[in-house]
């Protein structure tokens, strides 16, 4: 068995998810390398999301019969858990939506509506990267096109990171927002906050930082980042799909307008107009993702009780094995970064002109689950002239022998065409 100094007890940690048990194709244990997409959920947090259903299920906010303010409870606590876990301020800076994808939006929008100093029109600039999902590149080429902003936005060097060479360029006078991924979810790369939160501020832009990433990978704090907002999401973290969380400064949340209208965000309804609550329940429209965000709460409860740093430090060492390892591989190429240092732990590659769809098929075969297409990144593809890539990522249950079987699974694909 191989031994990585700085590794976690992967074998008590693989028995609180009972997915990893799972055999599929003929007898072969699953292999799971698809974190970047979606992590898998520990028994913690499956039963506390099963006893809300059976104990505490009502709606939020609105009751004051039991079950109603047991629920009440239980959500606002999961407000509390994410934010110190985020080092927020204040626990009324932490906004949920449904996923980071909608933190997303909410942000472009409110932008779009706002009043001076924050409004984005035709007279101001976005700046974003070349390397964002397409959840941070479509919003603010919707707002772009609805206000007149010009989108502009700073390109990759040849081992895929951003080039900031012309950074007093891009980020002008005239930006009123700056939108970029912490980790990217196709290259792995990490990227410079500092630098470029400090020509943000030179010029008085607003930053806003995807960190889907890195949250469920390492310490996420809010308060050093420098940023306005910061966007996640649940399913990446171990907690249950359809839960996002938006953080956002105080000040702006209570002079920015709401993204939804409904129940819960209001103060007073008349026919003629309406007032808002105060933040975070202004953009909280409607019935809240409850089940969710009590789940959300339990997978933070179960990262916090391992350690972010161990995690990240887990991390850490099993990318740098797995580099090491695919760059064995004969006419692999790695997509990113080729060392272990300021990246994170998804890697991306091709193998020769085998297409990716093609190595993911072959590798599922052998019970191996990886990633491929262009990952919701086309613009990366594009910039490096592939059609897509595999992506293999690792979590915090993630195993030395599981990139000794991803290893084989490429020399099967290899020998399999030839």
Known sequence: MTHIPGLLDTDAIRKDFPILDRVVHDGKKIVYLDNAATSQKPRQVLEVINEYYERHNANVHRGVHVLAEEATALYEGARDKVAAFINAPSRDEVIFTKNASESLNLVANMLGWAEEPYR??????????????????????????????????????????????????????????????????????????????????????????????????????????????????????????????LWGRQELLEDLPPFLGGGEMIETVSMHSSTYAPAPHKFEAGTPPIAQAVGLGAAVDYLTSIGMERIAQHEHALTEYAIKRLQEVPDLKLIGPVTAEDRGAAISFTLGDIHPHDVGQVLDEQGIAVRVGHHCARPVCLRYGIPATTRASFYLYSTPGEVDALIEGLEHVRNFFG
Do not use: Y
Not at 177 to 205: C, K, M
Not at 209 to 214: L, M, N, P, V
């Open 120 to 245: 984005v029109d035709r007279d101001t600039e976005i700046v974003i990267t070349e390397m964002e999902h397409h959840s941070n590149i479509v919003p603010w080429q919707l707002l772009s096109q609805r206000t007149g902003a010009k989108l502009k936005w700073f390109g990759l060097t040849d081992d895929g990171r951003l080039d900031l060479s012309a950074i007093e360029e891009v980020i002008t006078e005239k930006t009123k927002v700056v939108s970029f991924v912490l980790v990217s979810n196709i290259l792995g790369t990490v990227n410079p906050v500092e630098a470029i939160v400090r020509r943000a501020q030179q010029v008085g832009a607003l930053v806003v930082i995807d960190a889907s990433q890195a949250a469920p990978h390492m310490p996420l704090d809010v308060q050093s980042l420098g940023a306005d907002f910061v966007a996640f999401t649940g399913h990446k973290m171990c907690g249950p799909d359809g839960i996002g969380v």
